[in-house]
């Protein structure tokens, strides 16, 4: 074709090119029009193409909008969460309204004698009291022990604290309260190998006599059981159920004293035992006021809780280790009277109410004095009121009559 194009002559070749030129603008209609659809395709994918991502920008600001709907409700709840109170803790005690830093202890009850019959309870008060820590006598008529089935425990705070030497222990530490702060490493020895002894020992040997003879423990320190565990049964029947069921607890109690090693001894052999203990203790504390010299400690607490459940027994009950401490060891009823004036002055009214919280003041009841007194005030005044309203009345009246008596007088001028 180029060839033949090349051979044609020179004047010939526009008409050449027109026919050409023709015959493109002619295929330029169809191009065009063949291109139109092409171009609307395009076109139409680019109009659904923006419809899709108009869509998709919906969706996606409704799924924004969802999540900040869910944002904000979770930062509702978190506040509402941190605004709400934190749930009460619950505590396992008995005393459930307890006060803060108030010691509720748990005893046995008073006796007309003795403060409580328990010397491992006598000694927890007594050591409260010298230390001067605020507590409450809960009073539970001996229905309570703690989980480790002991009296005395104490609970502080919704805790319970077990067995009387725990509890010195731990209240020392908290509160800062050690007796014997002020000893020598060997006095703090021979204190605690002297509470071993009485602890160990010696109140063993008094629980001997107390498990063999029950009756003589009521007898001798005057318990009254209908107050003791707050039954309304006569003390009569009160007093014999005790017996059986001593005597029942008799068995258990004499496993124990053998278990000890206590209990495989003669009564004879026991009441000697128990008389050593209170030579030793007489010769240590000698003629000073306490065994460390003019303050107490933990030793003369324990010593004290002892040795009063001899001193206070009744004398009408015949104890013959009462009666060798009365007459051979006369300086530990000397300790026994300083250490209770000194922890117990109101001792008396203890006894004499049987009243576990004594030391706690109480509001003074109004008397009937004051009652009449002011009953007697209220009725003068109610008689103040009464003679002003008469006193009233009777002026108005005086008034009355002397209008009435000068309109008399007008009309008469008249007349």
Same mark, same amino acid.
């Given at each position: 074709?180029?060839?033949?194009?090349?051979?044609?002559?020179?004047?010939?070749?526009? !008409?050449?090119?027109?026919?050409?030129?023709?015959?493109?603008? !002619?295929?330029?209609?169809?191009? !065009?029009?063949?291109?139109?659809?092409?171009?609307?395709?395009?076109?139409?994918?680019?109009?659904?193409?923006?419809?899709?991502?108009?869509?998709?920008?919906?969706?996606?600001?409704?799924?924004?909008?969802?999540? @900040? #709907?869910?944002?904000?409700?979770?930062?509702?709840?978190?506040?509402?969460?941190?605004?709400?109170?934190?749930?009460?803790?619950?505590?396992?005690?008995?005393?459930?309204?307890?006060?803060?830093?108030?010691?509720? %202890?748990?005893?046995?009850?008073?006796?007309? %004698?003795?403060?409580?019959?328990?010397?491992?309870?006598?000694?927890?008060?007594?050591?409260?009291?010298?230390? #001067?820590?605020?507590?409450?006598?809960?009073?539970?008529?001996?229905?309570?022990?703690?989980?480790?089935?002991?009296?005395?425990?104490?609970?502080?705070? #919704?805790?319970?604290?077990?067995?009387?030497?725990?509890?010195?222990?731990?209240?020392?530490?908290?509160?800062?309260?050690?007796?014997?702060?002020?000893?020598?490493?060997?006095?703090?020895?021979?204190?605690?190998?002297?509470?071993?002894?009485?602890? $160990?020992?010696?109140?063993?040997?008094?629980?001997?006599?107390?498990?063999?003879?029950?009756? $003589?423990?009521?007898?001798?320190?005057?318990? $009254?059981?209908?107050?003791?565990?707050?039954?309304?049964?006569?003390?009569? +029947?009160?007093?014999?159920?005790?017996?059986?069921?001593?005597?029942?607890?008799?068995?258990?109690?004499?496993?124990?004293?053998?278990?000890?090693? +206590?209990?495989?001894?003669?009564?004879?052999?026991?009441?000697?035992?128990?008389?050593?203990?209170?030579?030793?203790?007489?010769?240590? %504390?000698?003629?000073?006021?306490?065994?460390?010299?003019?303050?107490?400690? =933990?030793?003369?607490?324990?010593?004290?809780?002892?040795?009063?459940?001899?001193?206070?027994?009744?004398?009408?009950?015949?104890?013959?280790?009462?009666?060798?401490?009365?007459?051979?060891?006369?300086? %530990?009823?000397?300790?026994?009277?300083?250490?209770?004036?000194?922890?117990?002055?109101?001792?008396?009214?203890?006894?004499?109410?049987? @009243?576990?919280?004594?030391?706690?003041?109480?509001?003074?009841?109004?008397?009937?004095?004051?009652?009449?007194?002011?009953?007697?005030?209220?009725?003068?005044?109610?008689? #103040?009121?009464?003679?002003?309203?008469?006193?009233?009345?009777?002026?108005?009246?005086?008034?009355?009559?002397?209008?009435? =008596?000068?309109?008399?007088?007008?009309?008469?001028?008249?007349?």
């Amino acid at each position: 074709m180029a060839t033949e194009v090349a051979q044609i002559p020179a004047e010939e070749t526009p !008409a050449v090119a027109a026919s050409t030129e023709n015959a493109e603008q !002619a295929d330029k209609p169809a191009a !065009a029009t063949e291109a139109a659809p092409a171009a609307a395709a395009p076109a139409e994918k680019e109009g659904a193409g923006d419809a899709a991502q108009d869509k998709d920008n919906k969706e996606e600001k409704a799924d924004a909008a969802a999540g @900040d #709907g869910e944002a904000k409700k979770e930062e509702a709840t978190a506040v509402a969460k941190t605004d709400a109170p934190p749930p009460a803790q619950k505590f396992n005690v008995h005393k459930a309204n307890f006060e803060k830093d108030i010691i509720y %202890l748990y005893q046995f009850s008073r006796t007309p %004698l003795l403060p409580s019959l328990s010397p491992y309870c006598l000694k927890v008060e007594t050591w409260l009291r010298l230390v #001067g820590l605020k507590y409450e006598n809960v009073d539970h008529k001996m229905r309570f022990r703690s989980k480790k089935g002991q009296l005395p425990f104490i609970e502080l705070n #919704g805790e319970e604290i077990a067995d009387s030497a725990i509890i010195i222990k731990e209240l020392s530490a908290k509160y800062d309260k050690n007796l014997d702060a002020g000893l020598t490493a060997e006095q703090r020895n021979v204190s605690y190998a002297t509470i071993a002894m009485l602890e $160990n020992h010696l109140i063993w040997i008094i629980f001997y006599w107390r498990a063999k003879y029950p009756d $003589n423990v009521l007898k001798g320190y005057k318990v $009254n059981l209908q107050h003791a565990l707050g039954l309304r049964l006569p003390n009569s +029947i009160l007093n014999f159920f005790f017996k059986i069921t001593f005597g029942r607890k008799w068995f258990q109690g004499t496993k124990k004293l053998k278990a000890h090693g +206590i209990g495989v001894h003669s009564a004879e052999e026991i009441e000697e035992f128990g008389k050593s203990d209170l030579k030793v203790l007489s010769e240590m %504390l000698d003629c000073k006021p306490f065994f460390f010299g003019d303050e107490p400690t =933990t030793l003369d607490v324990v010593a004290f809780a002892v040795l009063s459940q001899l001193h206070y027994l009744s004398k009408d009950i015949a104890y013959p280790l009462r009666d060798y401490m009365t007459e051979k060891c006369p300086n %530990l009823i000397g300790h026994v009277s300083r250490m209770k004036d000194k922890c117990f002055p109101d001792w008396d009214e203890i006894c004499t109410k049987l @009243d576990l919280n004594a030391h706690i003041p109480k509001p003074e009841p109004e008397t009937k004095e004051g009652k009449e007194g002011g009953e007697q005030e209220k009725s003068n005044e109610q008689e #103040g009121t009464e003679g002003d309203k008469i006193e009233k009345e009777l002026e108005k009246d005086k008034s009355n009559e002397k209008e009435s =008596t000068e309109e008399n007088k007008e009309k008469e001028e008249t007349k």
